[in-house]
């Protein structure tokens, strides 16, 4: 089974609100088919809909309130009841603090799964420039960025970790001995949560130029018999399965023998590829 649990539905980044539709769904679902993708799943971000917009204090998000979150979910469902192999999903930005009411207000919709997401990290964005590395040492920028990641498995709001070490993204890197030292302790973590994570291919087509997680890492994952998901992180039907062959041919070598499907929010292991 090859699964493509991240992508967007939504189109360009223009500012105004969408209607999403299962028309569009079923483009996605086209590509996936060429891909030789059995499932996908939709994970819109958290920050585009306005019944989110009183969580954040990070302005950023506020420009990106608009959407209703129930037009999102209407048609990802719709695409349901035409049969395709789609799951409902959502990428939610990890903050302290709003954990409850993050909760309350997710919990009426009939998600299959929740991804949880470290964009920004004490004010700082992770995944964009000027951020969270220019503004902080690198060993520093790491150390925030694990800690957060940390939390959002700690949190019980998420079943899966995307991008898992996106702090890496412009290859800005902390010391070897550091690196080592986060991937344990998050693995650990991550273990204890009993969350999955990502391999996204996402990273291959950042300055980085290589798959989230760092190989190290997904073994630590693997020896601690945490489960994976797939992603390609596309934000086009067109990107929906890329690369994926290479983020199976990573979680392979490492081990991997299943990938997580998700349905309802309750997963299960099916044989990987
Ligand atoms: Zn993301
Ligand atoms: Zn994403």
Same mark, same amino acid.
């Given at each position: ?6 992508? =967007? ?38 920050? =585009? ?225």
């Amino acid at each position: 089974m090859i699964v493509d649990y991240h992508m =967007h539905l939504r189109e360009a980044e223009d500012g105004l609100p969408r209607t999403y539709s299962a028309d569009r769904v079923e483009e996605y679902v086209g590509q996936a088919r060429q891909a030789g993708v059995d499932e996908i799943g939709f994970t819109e971000h958290v920050f =585009h809909f306005r019944e989110t917009r009183e969580l954040w204090e990070i302005p950023f998000f506020l420009d990106f309130c608009t959407d209703a979150l129930d037009d999102y979910v209407g048609a990802v469902e719709e695409a349901k009841s035409r049969g395709l192999p789609v799951k409902l999903g959502l990428e939610v930005d990890y903050f302290p603090g709003i954990e409850a009411q993050l909760g309350e207000l997710l919990a009426p919709y009939p998600w299959d799964y929740l991804l949880g997401s470290v964009h920004f990290v004490d004010g700082f964005q992770v995944d964009g420039r000027p951020g969270l590395v220019d503004k902080l040492p690198a060993g520093e920028a790491w150390r925030r960025y694990f800690a957060w990641l940390r939390n959002a498995a700690r949190s019980g709001l998420f079943d899966a970790l995307s991008h898992p070490d996106l702090v890496k993204i412009f290859g800005v890197r902390a010391s070897d001995e550091e690196t080592h030292y986060l991937h344990v302790e998050t693995a650990d973590a991550i273990e204890a949560a009993g969350v999955c994570v990502e391999v996204s291919a996402a990273g291959l087509h950042k300055p980085v130029g290589e798959l989230y997680p760092d190989r190290p890492f997904l073994e630590a994952c693997h020896e601690r018999g945490v489960p994976i998901t797939l992603a390609s992180d596309a934000h086009e039907p067109a990107h929906v399965g890329r690369d994926l062959d290479e983020a199976i041919g990573l979680a392979r070598d490492v081990g991997y023998e299943t990938v997580t499907v998700f349905d309802a929010r309750k997963r299960r292991q099916e044989p990987l590829g």
